[in-house]
């Protein structure tokens, strides 16, 4: 009898555990070092988490269905002019429903702002483009347009049609960043009510083995009528049973109503690796962006900014059928100042060269 409720107890568990969803852990913890020549910013070297989350899915019923993710190697406070009342370590709390051929996000969720770079977890990112970042060896950019790694995560609604089980247009709705520096302060009257809107396909084709997306976003400010656009397309190409090609290029501006003046990026990122070995996955990467800055106030920051940068990443799974790596990479990134409003204020090309080494897990608890 003992042994009877001992299993009964065991498949009760086991199956509400099931009904619940699922419970992954996620975490990326690496050391990384970088050295920087002609630059503004300081050789460093130190251990963090690249990304540590909780990610729990779960369904209602068949049409209903949510997902809760939080980031631990991110603030616990509200994001500062993101539009919302969130925190920025919150990146997922949306509901799905399922309406037949269409179906319906609501909460915080993925803006699919950009293509494949902003799509591909970060855990799994190592040379990233301008684009993304906003960031060069030289430290900030200086343009106003919104990279795309600050709008991963937004407040709003997605509407998603699946024109055939491989394919899929949806449109997004959700508030552009308002610019405060503090959650509490009052948002410029010119992004007060800005919203940003935006259109993205999805496409499988050749038994799913070639995979492309394409997406257009714009936003504007009230009264001013500032202007954001961005632009992406990108391809992901598996070549048999050995080889993984993909091509990524976003396109992102910013135009001032009142003067005209416009800021722009556009960034195109390869990478290419060898699957063919069970354990053994290396890859080359490279990036190529140019910055154009027309608003700054400052003449000595106007002008392009060219970048161009090489990788190579190693990773090895220990374990066959475990989610579970070590990796190391290293990344070389050149920022030229190819041609600027101030002459005299010319600079040397600034280089980072970085070398990271880490691990990764992906699991769920809840199996």
Known sequence: MKKFFIAALA??????????????????????????????????????????????????????????????????????????????????????????????????????????????????????SQAYTKTGPNGNLQGLWLNTSSLLYVLGAKLAWNIT????????????????????APPPAATSNAMMEGLIYKGAFMDKNFKVMASYHYGTGTPTKDM??????????????????????????????ATGAKDSIWSAIGKLAYT???QWTPRLELISSSEKVETSATAANNGTNEFMGYGAVLEFKPMADTNFRYHVAYSNTTQKFSDRTAPATNLADAKVDQITIGARMNADFLK
């Open 276 to 278: 063919g070995w069970e």
């Open 165 to 184: 089980p491989d394919q899929s247009l949806s449109l997004v709705a959700f508030k552009t960043p308002d610019g405060s520096t503090t959650p509490t």
């Open 228 to 257: 954001y656009n961005l632009y992406s397309a990108g391809f992901n190409w598996t070549m048999g049973a050995a080889w993984n090609l993909e091509v990524d290029y976003t396109a992102s501006d910013f135009k001032r109503d």
């Open 11 to 128: 498949t009760t568990t086991a199956v509400s555990a099931a009904q619940a969803g699922t419970l992954n852990f996620d975490a990326r913890a690496d050391y990384d070092t970088s050295t920087y020549t002609d630059s503004a910013l300081q050789d460093s070297n130190k251990f963090y988490f690249k990304t540590i989350r909780l990610d729990y899915q779960g369904k209602v019923n068949e049409e209903l269905s949510m997902r809760l993710r939080a980031a631990y190697n991110k603030n616990a406070t509200q994001t500062a002019g993101a539009g919302d009342n969130s925190q920025t370590a919150l990146e997922f709390a949306y509901l799905t429903h399922k309406m037949g051929d269409m179906s319906l996000q609501i909460g915080k969720l993925g803006s699919e702002y950009g293509t494949l770079e902003s799509q591909t977890s970060g855990a799994d990112l190592y040379l990233t």
